[in-house]
Nanobody, 117 residues
Framework: VQLVESGGGLAQAGESLRLSCTASGSIFSILGWYRQAPGKPRELVAA???????NYADSVKGRFAISRDGAKNTVFLQMNSLKPEDTAVYYC??????????????WGQGKQVTVSS
């Protein structure tokens, strides 16, 4: 399994950034994005199932949008109205369902998102 991330970078408060992640090597039930700020645990930002069901952290609802290109196994995170507290390393996550109905998790290398006030 390979996850290749792109996007992110620097933005000022109120601006937008976009993250992309292309997954390969398996069938992915769920694709999503997590983030980790310095000194804090990794947290879910948004996720989308193969059927298109989405889940968002309360802190990003109404500002971020996750979408998925199923044919290309690519997941996008459009981040609007960015805030300084969105500053973190963002990690792409891919979940593969096992025969026992558990999930194996795979991670991208992480992309830095920095939002200045």
């Amino acid at each position: 399994v390979q996850l290749v991330e792109s996007g992110g970078g620097l933005a000022q408060a109120g601006e937008s950034l976009r993250l992309s992640c292309t997954a390969s090597g398996s069938i992915f039930s769920i694709l999503g994005w997590y983030r980790q700020a310095p000194g804090k645990p990794r947290e879910l930002v948004a996720a989308i199932t193969s059927g298109g069901t989405t889940n968002y952290a309360d802190s990003v609802k109404g500002r971020f949008a996750i979408s998925r290109d199923g044919a290309k196994n690519t997941v996008f995170l459009q981040m609007n109205s960015l805030k300084p507290e969105d500053t973190a390393v963002y990690y792409c996550n891919a979940r593969v369902r096992t025969f026992t109905n558990n999930y194996n998790d795979y991670w991208g290398q992480g992309k830095q998102v920095t939002v200045s006030s």
